[in-house]
């Protein structure tokens, strides 16, 4: 899976974005107010899920191999916590929390390029994203995507260390 990614920021901050995911036919937006979703099933609006403790999130990141070389960021521990990890598709993934279909999205290393069009969009939906250190994400780098704060929260005190 792939997917076209377009953001705009204004300044340091994300304010609109695109994903568009040609192989399923689905458009993602999201601005500083709203997200959605389009398909040949029409409009919908993009909320997250809420309310899930972390032994019972879905989590998803496009490979596990990256976290093996940097054990420091134990995702090995994280995985192990929810209720289940998944691979692959990665902004698709991010589209798919924002939908309220999975939980947590960690991604041990992108670009701004990458994030910037997603941050809208998962924060539009009620999600929360930020670095692992819990900085702002748009300059890129080890990013966690969650449903709501309190799961955001307890999975950044199990990938960073010194929290």
Same mark, same amino acid.
């Given at each position: 899976m792939w997917g076209t990614? @377009?953001? @705009?920021a204004v300044g340091s901050r994300a304010v609109r974005g695109i994903m568009s995911q040609p192989y399923t036919g689905e458009f993602f937006w999201g601005d500083q107010s709203e997200a959605f979703s389009e398909s040949s099933r029409g409009r919908s609006t993009l909320r997250t899920s809420n309310g899930s403790a972390l032994f019972d999130a879905i989590c998803h990141t496009t490979s596990p191999e990256p976290f093996t070389r940097r054990a420091d960021r134990r995702f090995a521990k994280l995985s192990s916590t929810v209720k289940f990890a998944r691979y692959g598709g990665k902004c698709y993934a991010v589209a798919m929390l924002a939908a309220g279909q999975i939980a947590l999205c960690v991604?041990?290393?992108?670009q701004p390029y990458d994030i910037v069009p997603l941050i809208p969009i998962i924060e539009s939906a009620g999600g929360i994203v930020t670095r692992f250190d819990g900085g702002s994400p748009e300059r890129g780098g080890s990013i966690l995507a969650s449903a709501d704060r309190s799961l955001h929260e307890a999975a950044l005190q199990v990938l960073d260390e010194s929290r």
């Amino acid at each position: 899976m792939w997917g076209t990614l @377009i953001g @705009i920021a204004v300044g340091s901050r994300a304010v609109r974005g695109i994903m568009s995911q040609p192989y399923t036919g689905e458009f993602f937006w999201g601005d500083q107010s709203e997200a959605f979703s389009e398909s040949s099933r029409g409009r919908s609006t993009l909320r997250t899920s809420n309310g899930s403790a972390l032994f019972d999130a879905i989590c998803h990141t496009t490979s596990p191999e990256p976290f093996t070389r940097r054990a420091d960021r134990r995702f090995a521990k994280l995985s192990s916590t929810v209720k289940f990890a998944r691979y692959g598709g990665k902004c698709y993934a991010v589209a798919m929390l924002a939908a309220g279909q999975i939980a947590l999205c960690v991604e041990p290393s992108m670009q701004p390029y990458d994030i910037v069009p997603l941050i809208p969009i998962i924060e539009s939906a009620g999600g929360i994203v930020t670095r692992f250190d819990g900085g702002s994400p748009e300059r890129g780098g080890s990013i966690l995507a969650s449903a709501d704060r309190s799961l955001h929260e307890a999975a950044l005190q199990v990938l960073d260390e010194s929290r």
